[in-house]
């Protein structure tokens, strides 16, 4: 069974740090270009970054690059979210989710909840 | 960046009535491959998002086949044949066809 399961989150200050993981199972995720989403209730659902399936080439939103950083980690199956410098605007869920062959996602992490706020 | 635009924002249901959401984008979705990069995303209450639709009109596995896509180039409808109960939730289409990857405001639809 294919599953992602979250690590991470939580409330930090204007300026602070998080780091959200993603633990892959049930697939050999190294085979998969992985991505991050976020939802917040007011905004819907926003693609956030991406990285390829051996982690050299990363892509972001123009609203987190030079903020967040995406990285992997194949030799234990976990996808990373660095996020840095976050602001009360970054507020929302946080989804790993994992890219099909025709760029669309098949599966996806339970969610992380990031909250900043002072 | 491709914008995305749904309609209508709200969509109240009657179960076993049929139900369509459309979906604009700024720019044509259609590949030289000859394939629109059109998903289709419901995220119900208290759920992760789950894949509906790829590819414009593909179902992916497991879902009903009450529901059906449609559409080419900049728009795309999605279909409830007979709406029920549990397909509340808010429906996002989103475009696949370059980074920034874009999805529409949502449409919540509601018994």
């Known amino acids: 069974e294919v599953r992602l399961v979250q690590s991470g989150g939580g409330l930090v200050r204007p300026g602070g740090s998080l780091r959200l993981s993603c633990t892959a199972s049930?697939?050999?995720?190294?085979?998969?270009?992985m991505h991050w989403v976020r939802h917040t209730p007011g905004r819907g659902l926003m693609w956030v970054s991406r990285v390829s399936s051996d982690g050299t080439t990363t892509s972001y939103a123009d609203s987190v690059r030079g903020r967040f950083t995406i990285s992997r980690d194949n030799a234990k199956n976990t996808l990373f979210l660095q996020m840095d410098s976050l602001r009360v605007e970054d507020t929302a869920v946080y989804y790993c989710?994992?890219?099909?062959?025709?760029?669309?996602?098949?599966?996806w992490g339970q969610g992380s909840l990031v909250t900043v706020s002072s | 960046d491709i914008v995305m635009t749904q309609s209508p924002l709200s969509l109240p249901v009657t179960p076993g009535e049929p139900a369509s959401i459309s979906c604009r984008s700024s720019?044509?979705?259609?590949?030289?491959?000859?394939?629109?990069?059109l998903d289709w995303y419901v995220q119900k209450p208290g759920q992760s998002p789950q894949l509906l639709i790829y590819l414009s009109s593909n179902r992916a596995p497991g879902v009903p086949d009450r529901f059906s896509a449609s559409g080419s180039g900049t728009d795309f409808t999605l279909k409830i044949s007979k709406v029920e109960a549990e397909d509340v939730g808010i429906y996002y289409c989103m475009q696949a066809l370059q980074l920034p990857l874009t999805f529409g405001g949502g449409t919540k639809v509601e018994i």
């Open positions: 720019q044509s979705l259609l590949h030289g491959n000859g394939y629109n990069y």
């Open positions: 989710t994992r890219e099909n062959g025709d760029v669309d996602f098949d599966y």
């Open positions: 049930g697939f050999t995720s190294g085979n998969f270009v």
